[in-house]
């Protein structure tokens, strides 16, 4: 039976899709790749509305993270840390030898723009990471404001952020609000098999990295760039087949309307709102809950980890809480291209089965 993934990631993935990778292999030097990887490139900068520099790197996010470090943090570098994936930038700004101060939000919290103007008032810091979408509290900062209160403060503080969770399910406005470098796991909103992702880059990041020594190999900007504008290609041996579904993916979306993609998302997280407050409550706090996953409190102490078990017995997958709020919590991921009708046949099914094991009347 196939089980219908309703995670923070992956997400289930239409089998149009799926298909493409099954496709015959091209070389990565030949024109056809070029020509596709032009297309893919010059797409994600038409969704976004962008002149930023475009990039697929052949890695989950978490690469890309390590490349932001490497190439665009001088030395010293604040991290927002609401949650457990706030907090993985800070043990990897640590392990790339950075000089990190990690300013600490209770989890469930917001990073709000009045936290980043003390801290920046402070102190000079030659970049600030954020994340978007916090995955494990399910709490969406306000970017934007987050974005102005930097510039604000410090003009020259390079703005990096974690759109994993968020990119292609809410509005990101990256170039107009100031943001730097962004990254996003192509397994989550943008609804594709995990394997590559997406980073934007601003011009000025590109200017700081040129003054950036020990940027490593694989997750070098600027190798990038050289390589996309000579030819069109990637330094290295690409994912071919999963860069096909994402050339076929980027095409879906255009046709949706990134608009419409988003107003679906708004309505799939109203739907996962309202059936968490109806029978627990939600874990983050109000007037910043995500739009993408919906992280529920166990306010009935109910066994999820039972829970979770008799859902996936009849084909639905959700998400126990994350690292210490496991148990505590439970997330539903509701984003890529599930619908509110996939959506609402999930919540059904989680009502019965909450009545049958007793914990609901
Ligand atoms: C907010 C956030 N950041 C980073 C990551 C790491 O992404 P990946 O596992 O694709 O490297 C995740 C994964 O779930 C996430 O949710």
Redesign the pocket.
């Known amino acids: 039976m196939h089980k219908k993934l309703f995670l ?2 992956p997400i289930e993935v239409r089998e149009d899709v799926l298909k493409q990778q099954c496709r015959p292999l091209i070389g990565h030097r030949s024109t056809e790749f070029s020509e596709m990887y032009h297309r893919v490139v010059e797409t994600l900068k038409e969704l976004f509305n962008t002149s930023y520099h475009a990039f697929v790197f052949t890695s ?3 690469g890309v ?1 390590e490349g932001f470090i490497r190439n665009f943090v001088k030395r010293r570098v604040l991290v927002m840390q609401n949650g457990s ?1 706030a907090k ?1 930038w800070v043990e990897a700004c640590k392990l790339n030898g950075k000089e990190v101060f990690s300013y600490d939000i209770e989890w469930g919290k917001a990073v709000k723009p009045d936290m980043v103007r003390e801290e920046l008032r402070k102190k000079h810091y030659d970049a600030i990471i954020v ?1 978007h ?3 494990s509290t399910g709490v969406l900062s306000p970017l934007k404001d987050i974005a102005e209160a930097v510039k604000d403060t410090s003009q020259d503080t390079l703005i990096l952020v ?1 759109a ?2 968020s990119m292609m399910g809410v509005p990101l406005e990256f170039e107009s609000w100031g943001i730097d470098a962004v990254t996003a ?1 192509v ?1 989550k909103a943008f609804g594709l098999p ?1 394997g590559i ?1 997406v980073a934007f880059v601003s011009h000025r990041a590109m200017e700081v990295s040129k003054g950036i020594e020990d940027k490593g190999l694989y997750f070098n900007f600027e190798e990038m760039v050289k390589y996309y504008e000579k030819r069109h290609q990637t330094p290295f041996t690409p994912n071919i087949s999963l860069i096909y579904a994402l050339d076929y993916q980027l095409q879906r979306i255009k046709k949706e309307g990134i608009e419409n993609r988003y107003r679906r998302h708004e309505e799939m997280a109203r739907l996962a709102q309202e059936w968490a407050i109806e029978y627990f409550s939600m874990f983050p706090e109000e007037g910043y809950w995500s739009k993408t996953i919906t992280c529920v409190k166990n306010t009935r102490n109910i066994p999820v980890g039972k829970f979770l078990e008799e859902l996936s017995k009849v084909g639905f997958v959700i998400a126990n809480g994350y690292g210490p709020l496991k148990d505590k919590t439970f997330r539903i991921g509701h984003m890529g291209d599930i619908t509110a009708e996939e959506l609402k046949e999930l919540l059904e099914v989680m009502t019965d089965i909450l009545k049958k094991m007793g914990y609901i009347g």
């Open positions: 923070p990631g989950s996010a978490t993270m994936f993985r994340v979408n916090e995955s974690d994993v969770t796991s397994q995990p992702a």
